[in-house]
C-alpha cells in the first residue's frame, strides 16, 4: 500500500497545549502533504514537505521530514478549539504523467476548551 | 474561485436503484480524483484521471461502479446497481498535475445512503 499510516488515531489535549502526529509510509517519495478535515467537510490541504526538506513551517504548524525513517511529523502549537478536525498525511509518488495521493484513516484531533 | 463543486449533497435510493454523483473540478486544473470515506476503511482512492482520460481505476470496489470525464468540466461517478454496503462519502477532488506537488482541493462530498 502507498498511503500513510497516521498515528495515534486519536489525541485528546486542552486548549494551548501542543499536538503531535506522526505519520509513516513506505516507499521513496517525492513530497509529503498535510490535511484536514473537519466533520461534514472535504480535506483542505494545510502543508506540502518535499523529500530534501527537513522542517518546515506555517503559522503555527511545523512539519518535519525523516526520510531515512520514511516517517513524518506534524506538530500544531498553542492548540485552539477551532483546531479539533481530523488529520491526514499523504505521500506523494510519482512517476511520468500520473500523480495520486492516498490517505490512512487520519488523526482525529479534539481539543477541549 | 468556487472550488470543487459535488452535487447532490445527500442522496438516499433504495437498493437496486441506478445512483449517479456530479462533480465540477476547478478551472484550470486537469486531475481529477474521486475517494470514498468510511468510518471501517477510512478514505479510499477510487479511481483518478488526468486530461480526461481515467489512468488508474485499480479501486473501484466492483463492476457496478463506473466513472467518467466527458470533458475537463464534469465528472460523475455512477453505481449501477446500488447496495446497502455502498453506504458512505463520496468526494471528488482536483489539482494541476503539470506542477509536482500541487495540493489536492476537495468537494464537501455527497453523503450516500442506500436503503
Known amino acids: 500500500s502507498q498511503q500513510g499510516e497516521e498515528d495515534p488515531q486519536a489525541l485528546s489535549i486542552q486548549e494551548g497545549e501542543n499536538a503531535t502526529m506522526n505519520c509513516s509510509y513506505k516507499?521513496?517519495?517525492?513530497?509529503l502533504q498535510w490535511y484536514r478535515q473537519n466533520s461534514g467537510r472535504g480535506l483542505v490541504h494545510l502543508i506540502l514537505?518535499?523529500?530534501?526538506?527537513r522542517e518546515k513551517h506555517s503559522g503555527r504548524l511545523r512539519v518535519t521530514l525523516d526520510t531515512s525513517k520514511k516517517s513524518s511529523s506534524l506538530l500544531i502549537t498553542a492548540s485552539r478549539a477551532a483546531d479539533t478536525a481530523s488529520y491526514f498525511c499523504?505521500?506523494?509518488?510519482?512517476?511520468?504523467?500520473?500523480?495520486?495521493?492516498?490517505f490512512g484513516k487520519g488523526t482525529l484531533l479534539t481539543v477541549n476548551p | 474561485d468556487a472550488g470543487v463543486i459535488q452535487s447532490p449533497r445527500h442522496e438516499v435510493t433504495e437498493m437496486g436503484q441506478e445512483v449517479t454523483l456530479r462533480c465540477k473540478p476547478i478551472s484550470g486544473h486537469n486531475s481529477l480524483f474521486w475517494y470514498r470515506q468510511t468510518m471501517m476503511r477510512g478514505l479510499e482512492l477510487l479511481i483518478y484521471f488526468n486530461n480526461n482520460v481515467p489512468i488508474d481505476d485499480s479501486g473501484m470496489p466492483e463492476d457496478r461502479f463506473s466513472a467518467k470525464m466527458p470533458n475537463a468540466s464534469f465528472s460523475t461517478l455512477k453505481i449501477q446497481p446500488s447496495e446497502p454496503r455502498d453506504s458512505a462519502v463520496y468526494f471528488c477532488?482536483?489539482?494541476?498535475?503539470?506542477?509536482?506537488?500541487?495540493?489536492?482541493?476537495f468537494g464537501n462530498g455527497t453523503r450516500l445512503t442506500v436503503t
Open positions: 516507499t521513496s517519495i517525492n513530497n
Open positions: 514537505i518535499r523529500s530534501n526538506e
Open positions: 477532488a482536483s489539482t494541476s498535475s503539470d506542477r509536482m506537488g500541487s495540493p489536492l482541493h
Open positions: 499523504a505521500p506523494a509518488y510519482s512517476g511520468g504523467s500520473n500523480y495520486k495521493l492516498t
